[in-house]
């Protein structure tokens, strides 16, 4: 059985740090589809920072320059260092990856979501 456990999540003050990490049991990361979600409230879910299908990361417009993606495959989780945060970044954050490539990916694999506060 395939699980993503996020972690790393809680309260921050603006302008603060914050890395969320993402570890995986049953599945290996690849180099593709796979990153990072985030939902608010009242908000439709919205890709954050992701490897995407051919292999490149790409972030939303509103953290690009703040956020980072990364990965350490010896010990097989997921990171996303989060910098400089705002209000704004208040939501539940996800990670996620695909059981194969496909363009576009297809998400498979989702964690069960952490909280992160800014405020």
């Known amino acids: 059985d395939v699980q993503l456990v996020e972690s790393g999540g809680g309260s921050v003050q603006t302008g603060g740090s914050q890395r969320l990490s993402c570890a995986a049991s049953g599945y290996t990361y690849s180099s593709y589809c796979m990153g990072w979600f985030r939902q608010a409230p009242g908000k439709e879910r919205e890709g954050v920072a992701v490897?995407?299908?051919?292999?490149?990361?790409k972030y939303a417009d509103s953290v690009k320059g703040r956020f980072t993606i990364s990965q350490d495959n010896a010990k097989n989780t997921l990171y996303l260092q989060m910098n400089s945060l705002e209000p704004e970044d208040t939501a539940t954050y996800y990670c996620a990856a695909a059981a194969r490539r496909s363009v576009p990916c297809e998400y498979t694999y989702w964690g069960q979501g952490t909280q992160v506060t800014v405020s």
């Open positions: 490897i995407d299908s051919d292999g490149l990361a």
